[in-house]
C-alpha cells in the first residue's frame, strides 16, 4: 500500500500524524460520493460529497492539480486546489496559496496562506460562545467611550 507523510513539520497537537491511504490520480476522475477513512489525497477530479469518519485524524489533502464538486466534511483539510461546495472542516482547514474554495467554509480552526481565495462565508465553529457585551469585573456596564479632546485646546466651531 502507497503511504506517504502529507504533514511534513506540523505540530503534533494541531494535526494528526496521518499518512496517505487513499490516492486519486490526476488522470482520474469519480462520479459520486466518497466516504472514507484516514487520509484521501486527490490530484485528480471528484463530483460528490467527501465524506469522512467521525475519526478526528482524517485528513482531505487536495492538490494543485486537484478539483472536488461537491459538499466536503472531513476532520482536517489541506487544501491547495479547487472545492466548489462547502467545507466543514470539523478539526482545522489549512488554505494553500493556490487553494480555490467556491462556497463555505465552516472551521473550527482555520490556517491561510496569501494568495488562497474563498467566494463564500467563512464561519465559525468553535466550542465557547462569544461574549454579548464586555462588562467591568464588578457587573457594571463599561462606561461609554469618549473622543480625546485636542491638547491645543482650539475650537472647530
Do not use: C
Amino acid at each position: 500500500m502507497w503511504k506517504a507523510e502529507i504533514m511534513k513539520g506540523s505540530k503534533p497537537e494541531n494535526r494528526p500524524a496521518a499518512s496517505v491511504d487513499t490516492l486519486i490520480g490526476r488522470q482520474t476522475e469519480l462520479h459520486g460520493d466518497v466516504h472514507f477513512s484516514g487520509g484521501l489525497h486527490v490530484d485528480g477530479k471528484i463530483k460528490g460529497k467527501i465524506i469522512a469518519d467521525d475519526d478526528k485524524s482524517t485528513v482531505l489533502s487536495v492538490s494543485e492539480t486537484g478539483q472536488i464538486e461537491g459538499d466536503v466534511r472531513v476532520s482536517h483539510v489541506v487544501l491547495n486546489g479547487t472545492i466548489i461546495g462547502d467545507v466543514y472542516a470539523a478539526q482545522r482547514i489549512t488554505l494553500s496559496s493556490k487553494a480555490r474554495v467556491s462556497g463555505n467554509v465552516y472551521y473550527k480552526l482555520i490556517e491561510m496562506t496569501s494568495g488562497a481565495t474563498v467566494n463564500g462565508q467563512l464561519v465559525y465553529q468553535g466550542e465557547t460562545p462569544m461574549p454579548a457585551a464586555l462588562t467591568h469585573q464588578n457587573g457594571d456596564q463599561a462606561p461609554p467611550l469618549r473622543y480625546a479632546e485636542r491638547e491645543s485646546g482650539s475650537s472647530d466651531s
